[in-house]
């Protein structure tokens, strides 16, 4: 958490309230968000930039600025970007850094785990590529994700499927919870190969990824545990969970009684009956 929806939804937010506005001053409260970098540095090289735009690749934001330059942010387990129209009367629990944008508004970095970075990119299409240093695979969301991309990469692995599509490097932007929710609609056992799939298999399973991103971004992105939107509201999809964190209830399609395992060191939940375990699979 926050996965793919999670962001696009903060995304969205901000770029309603904050793209093409300038960001005032900057304040970093905890250093270990920006380190290697100088707090006073990073303050110092926002202080008057513009944002052009927001965008996302994977589970990362990118803020566009003036002279080509990007702010990523990653929010990694439990952090959260909030937007207020005004300076708040105190100082967000567990805040980690505060822009105040010219319009007076202000978005807080909060983090109480502290794994959250922020860091800059450098501007030109070559720099910037070196610099990201190939964090991510083709976004889950793209036009470039398709069910022979994800065929090729599954082909000749024998991982278990699930560990796979949580590679970033595979596709980017898929986490635990949508993994668990895509296989299911897909009917695969999350401990089968990847190279075992048939070629109607993957696209199955690209298709239910698909859809299960696009029902997360629709409602706002779960919020069974700490995620909160820019606003500070909870998102909808925990409550359409069909398998995930759902163990010992009845399966929404054959009533068989949903399991809880861990795969690719994740806790994972399937129904054995609709997601039938391969003779062979690895543990």
């Known amino acids: 958490m926050p996965e793919l929806p999670e962001v696009e939804t903060i995304r969205r937010q901000l770029q309603d309230h904050a793209a093409g506005r300038a960001i005032r001053s900057a304040t970093v409260i905890d250093p270990l968000l920006v380190d290697p970098e100088d707090p006073a540095d990073f303050e110092r090289r926002l202080a ?27 929010l990694r387990m439990t952090g959260q970007l909030l937007w207020t129209a005004a300076e708040p009367d105190q100082v967000a629990p567990y805040a980690r850094a505060v822009l105040r944008m010219d319009d007076g508004s202000v978005i807080t970095f909060t983090d109480p785990r502290r794994f959250g970075r922020a860091w800059f990119l ?78 109607a298999e993957v696209r199955q399973l690209h298709r239910a990824i698909r859809d299960r991103l696009r029902m997360g971004i629709a409602v706002g992105g779960a919020s069974f545990d700490r995620y909160r939107d820019a606003h500070g509201g909870r998102g909808g999809m925990q409550d359409l969970f069909l398998v995930h964190r759902r163990r010992g209830e009845p399966c929404p399609r054959c009533r068989t009684t949903i399991e809880k395992g861990v795969v690719a060191q994740r806790g994972t939940y399937w129904c054995p009956r609709c997601q039938p375990e391969r003779e062979g699979d690895p543990c």
């Open 48 to 74: 008057g930039r513009h944002v052009r735009e927001f965008r996302r690749t994977g589970k990362y934001l990118i803020a566009e600025l003036d002279q080509g330059e990007g702010l990523a942010l990653h």
């Open 122 to 199: 450098p501007a030109g299409r070559a720099e910037r590529a070196r610099a990201w240093g190939g964090r991510t695979g083709v976004d889950a969301m793209s036009p470039a994700f398709t069910g022979r991309s994800l065929e090729q990469a599954l082909q000749g692995r024998t991982a278990a499927v699930k560990g796979l599509i949580l590679d970033q490097r595979i596709v980017a932007g898929v986490g635990n919870i949508y993994a668990d929710e895509a296989l299911f609609r897909a009917r695969v056992h999350p401990r089968t190969p990847g190279g075992a799939l048939s070629g």
